[in-house]
């Protein structure tokens, strides 16, 4: 392959762009080297370990549009080993990129292991994050972006500025304590603070926000729109988003144009993603609070507070923080889901409608009532379960033992639905049936809010009331214009309803965002295969690393990183393009 210039730091983008409105006629590659390392930060002014991606915490924005192929080199330079999820992006036929212990072996200490996946038929928000360990706790996020193709137009004025926010409760206890307690039955408590884009709150006020911590400060010019991206990146904490005199106009949640909708706050649940217009419409007598502030627990110390800075500002940012919602209402926060619609006549990837894929009219094939229960002992240790499954990780991931024919790692037998008898440890399984239409439950019986996502798929989503959902449910459901998306809340003693087209072939997580509830098992797998071979699925890739019953086939990564010159101290910001090649339309991966 040919190599432009490795550490290229010119406008890659304006390269990118000349290349693609160029003569050629396939979808470009665009190649990342990243390195996992520890670094120190102190968000909350406590000095801490967190995980940074080439030095960055948060890690750097992958930018792309629909239907690139994305190369990326990761490097794992923690003592532990990693695996980086791409949220909400579907890897089309290719669970082998997901990131996740049912398709993957994680990256040993030391290694490197090379993602490759084409951004296909999507557009929005997405963030990737790692899916291991525990590590989300410490960071090792960032936003992802996938663009329009330039013959789709957005669904609004294009914006004069795109702008990231990751927001996370977060815990000056490291990823290791923290994933120790959950271990051992300890609720995680109260988050010490909230970050906005891996920085602590803006002191509003003395007394509750000490001296020295940096904050995040938005920079905008009067009268202009930009694009705030939101992403609830946080291990367990819902979190209510505002800025202060300021609208946010809703226009696109994980992959789906909304229709558009003005709020002054949303509910961001754990590993939801949000974009909003925002117009600079203020007379900027002074800044404005950016606030992402705990829903549903007293936590007052806790709000992040990020500063929205107009360059005619008088001022700064004072007096207290915009109102956030009732505390405990999540009558509130339901309803608020609930004004979330699809946009039936905007194009997303795709130049047709999104509306013309009437899901409301397609029957539905396999129904699963999921029913979760907060953590208890099984055999004696703290376990989550789904149906009464806690999720056990067998050591050869699923996919690789499917590839492989290897018998007795997992099982196809997830139950439909609760099940009366004990809770157990198991690797059970949904069978999915391929180009079925899966109506899925949600039921949360535990005390506090949920999400769940799934791997591979936008599902949409359809219906969510309190109390325990009947057949009855269904005449409420929303078949027209529920928006597509890959993350919903379930309220706690309420139940979501959602539906996919199954048209996906792999192995595909699903599971709870709130990374407690993950932790300890609540999550189960969907394999969904098309009983004819199928030339479009992604074969098995050339670097895949084996683990498990597998492992005598991984060949030892004995000459640690061949990065030229990559020693992790020169590693900083090292996230750029080195490569660009156009190959044929359809030659992803060999
Ligand atoms: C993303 O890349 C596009 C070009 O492909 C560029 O116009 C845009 O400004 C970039 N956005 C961000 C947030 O970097
Ligand atoms: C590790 O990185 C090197 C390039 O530096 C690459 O050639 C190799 O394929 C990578 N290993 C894996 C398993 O992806
Ligand atoms: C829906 O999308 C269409 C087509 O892009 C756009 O013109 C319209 O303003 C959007 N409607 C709403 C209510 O958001
Ligand atoms: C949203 O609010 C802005 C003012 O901030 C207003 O100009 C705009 O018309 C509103 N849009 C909708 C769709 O309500
Ligand atoms: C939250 O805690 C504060 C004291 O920190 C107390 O004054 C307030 O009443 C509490 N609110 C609720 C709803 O429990
Ligand atoms: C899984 O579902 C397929 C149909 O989609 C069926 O042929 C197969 O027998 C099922 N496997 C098990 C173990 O139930
Ligand atoms: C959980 O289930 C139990 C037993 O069915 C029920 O009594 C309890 O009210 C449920 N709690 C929630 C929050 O749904």
């Given at each position: 392959m040919p190599s432009i210039a490795p550490y290229c730091s010119c406008n890659i983008y304006l390269l990118l762009a000349c290349l693609i409105t160029g003569s050629f006629a396939g979808d470009p590659y665009v190649f990342f080297d990243w390195t996992v390392s520890y670094r120190t930060a102190s968000p909350l002014g406590v000095k801490q370990q967190v995980i940074g991606i080439d030095g960055q915490f948060p890690g750097p924005i992958l930018n792309v549009t629909t239907n690139w192929n994305v190369v990326v080199n990761v490097k794992n330079d923690l003592d532990e080993p990693f695996l980086i999820t791409w949220n909400g992006v579907q890897h089309r036929k290719n669970s082998w990129q997901d990131g996740v212990l049912g398709t993957n072996c994680p990256i040993p200490a030391g290694w490197n292991w090379t993602y490759q996946f084409q951004v296909k038929d999507q557009i929005g928000s997405f963030f990737y994050f790692p899916?291991?360990?525990?590590h989300r706790a410490a960071g090792g996020y960032g936003g992802i972006i996938i663009n329009n193709r330039d013959v789709i137009p957005l669904p609004?004025?294009?914006?004069d500025g795109d702008v990231a926010l990751l927001i996370s409760d977060w815990y000056t206890k490291s990823h290791k304590e923290l994933r120790k307690d959950v271990e051992n039955g300890k609720d995680l408590g109260v988050p010490d603070g909230v970050l906005i884009n891996g920085f602590g709150p803006y002191r509003y006020d003395e007394a509750l926000v000490r001296g020295g911590i940096t904050y995040q400060i938005i920079n905008v010019e009067p009268g202009k729109t930009y694009r705030f991206r939101v992403h609830n990146v946080g291990i367990s904490t819902s979190l209510n988003f505002r800025i202060q005199n300021h609208n946010l106009l809703l226009v696109e949640t994980e992959g789906s144009y909304t229709v558009q909708q003005n709020y002054t706050n949303m509910d961001i649940h754990v590993g939801q993603s949000y974009s909003f217009l925002v117009t600079?419409?203020?007379?900027?007598?002074n800044d404005y609070y950016i606030v992402a502030s705990p829903r549903y627990v007293n936590s007052s110390k806790a709000s992040g507070v990020a500063i929205l800075h107009?360059?005619?500002?008088?001022g700064p940012a004072s007096g207290p923080l915009p109102d956030p919602p009732n505390e405990y209402d999540t009558y509130f926060s339901m309803n608020q889901a609930r004004s979330?619609?699809?946009?039936?006549s905007a194009g997303a990837a795709?130049?047709?409608?999104?509306?013309?894929?009437?899901?409301?009219e397609i029957t539905v094939t396999d129904v699963y009532v999921i029913a979760n229960r907060p953590a208890e002992l099984i055999d004696g240790k703290w376990r989550t379960t789904l149906n009464g499954i806690s999720y056990l990780p067998p050591s050869t991931p699923i996919k690789l033992a499917q590839q492989y024919n290897i018998p007795g790692v997992y099982k196809l037998d997830f139950p439909k639905a609760l099940m009366n008898r004990p809770p157990k440890v198991d690797t059970s399984l949904i069978n999915g049936t391929f180009k079925g239409f899966m109506e899925i439950i949600f039921q949360n019986n535990d005390t506090t809010v949920q999400s769940y996502h799934m791997d591979g798929y936008a599902f949409f989503v359809v219906g969510m009331d309190f109390g325990v959902w009947t057949e009855n449910s269904r005449g409420t459901y929303n078949k027209w214009d529920g928006v597509a998306r890959s993350t919903t809340q379930v309220f706690p003693g309420a139940w979501t309803a959602i539906l996919a087209s199954l048209d996906n072939t792999g192995i595909w997580n699903l599971r709870a965002q709130n990374l407690d509830s993950w932790y300890l098992g609540q999550e189960v797998y969907l394999s969904i295969m098309n009983p004819e071979i199928d030339k479009s699925e992604v074969l098995l890739p050339d670097n895949t690393i084996y683990c498990g019953v597998l492992s005598s086939l991984q060949k030892d990564q004995a000459r640690r990183f061949s990065f030229s010159g990559a020693s992790s101290v020169a590693s900083l910001s090292r996230t750029f393009l080195v490569m660009l090649v156009i190959t044929l339309h359809g030659a992803l991966l060999r």
């Amino acid at each position: 392959m040919p190599s432009i210039a490795p550490y290229c730091s010119c406008n890659i983008y304006l390269l990118l762009a000349c290349l693609i409105t160029g003569s050629f006629a396939g979808d470009p590659y665009v190649f990342f080297d990243w390195t996992v390392s520890y670094r120190t930060a102190s968000p909350l002014g406590v000095k801490q370990q967190v995980i940074g991606i080439d030095g960055q915490f948060p890690g750097p924005i992958l930018n792309v549009t629909t239907n690139w192929n994305v190369v990326v080199n990761v490097k794992n330079d923690l003592d532990e080993p990693f695996l980086i999820t791409w949220n909400g992006v579907q890897h089309r036929k290719n669970s082998w990129q997901d990131g996740v212990l049912g398709t993957n072996c994680p990256i040993p200490a030391g290694w490197n292991w090379t993602y490759q996946f084409q951004v296909k038929d999507q557009i929005g928000s997405f963030f990737y994050f790692p899916s291991l360990n525990f590590h989300r706790a410490a960071g090792g996020y960032g936003g992802i972006i996938i663009n329009n193709r330039d013959v789709i137009p957005l669904p609004f004025t294009v914006p004069d500025g795109d702008v990231a926010l990751l927001i996370s409760d977060w815990y000056t206890k490291s990823h290791k304590e923290l994933r120790k307690d959950v271990e051992n039955g300890k609720d995680l408590g109260v988050p010490d603070g909230v970050l906005i884009n891996g920085f602590g709150p803006y002191r509003y006020d003395e007394a509750l926000v000490r001296g020295g911590i940096t904050y995040q400060i938005i920079n905008v010019e009067p009268g202009k729109t930009y694009r705030f991206r939101v992403h609830n990146v946080g291990i367990s904490t819902s979190l209510n988003f505002r800025i202060q005199n300021h609208n946010l106009l809703l226009v696109e949640t994980e992959g789906s144009y909304t229709v558009q909708q003005n709020y002054t706050n949303m509910d961001i649940h754990v590993g939801q993603s949000y974009s909003f217009l925002v117009t600079m419409d203020q007379t900027a007598s002074n800044d404005y609070y950016i606030v992402a502030s705990p829903r549903y627990v007293n936590s007052s110390k806790a709000s992040g507070v990020a500063i929205l800075h107009y360059s005619n500002s008088q001022g700064p940012a004072s007096g207290p923080l915009p109102d956030p919602p009732n505390e405990y209402d999540t009558y509130f926060s339901m309803n608020q889901a609930r004004s979330i619609r699809w946009n039936v006549s905007a194009g997303a990837a795709r130049p047709n409608p999104q509306g013309s894929f009437k899901y409301g009219e397609i029957t539905v094939t396999d129904v699963y009532v999921i029913a979760n229960r907060p953590a208890e002992l099984i055999d004696g240790k703290w376990r989550t379960t789904l149906n009464g499954i806690s999720y056990l990780p067998p050591s050869t991931p699923i996919k690789l033992a499917q590839q492989y024919n290897i018998p007795g790692v997992y099982k196809l037998d997830f139950p439909k639905a609760l099940m009366n008898r004990p809770p157990k440890v198991d690797t059970s399984l949904i069978n999915g049936t391929f180009k079925g239409f899966m109506e899925i439950i949600f039921q949360n019986n535990d005390t506090t809010v949920q999400s769940y996502h799934m791997d591979g798929y936008a599902f949409f989503v359809v219906g969510m009331d309190f109390g325990v959902w009947t057949e009855n449910s269904r005449g409420t459901y929303n078949k027209w214009d529920g928006v597509a998306r890959s993350t919903t809340q379930v309220f706690p003693g309420a139940w979501t309803a959602i539906l996919a087209s199954l048209d996906n072939t792999g192995i595909w997580n699903l599971r709870a965002q709130n990374l407690d509830s993950w932790y300890l098992g609540q999550e189960v797998y969907l394999s969904i295969m098309n009983p004819e071979i199928d030339k479009s699925e992604v074969l098995l890739p050339d670097n895949t690393i084996y683990c498990g019953v597998l492992s005598s086939l991984q060949k030892d990564q004995a000459r640690r990183f061949s990065f030229s010159g990559a020693s992790s101290v020169a590693s900083l910001s090292r996230t750029f393009l080195v490569m660009l090649v156009i190959t044929l339309h359809g030659a992803l991966l060999r």
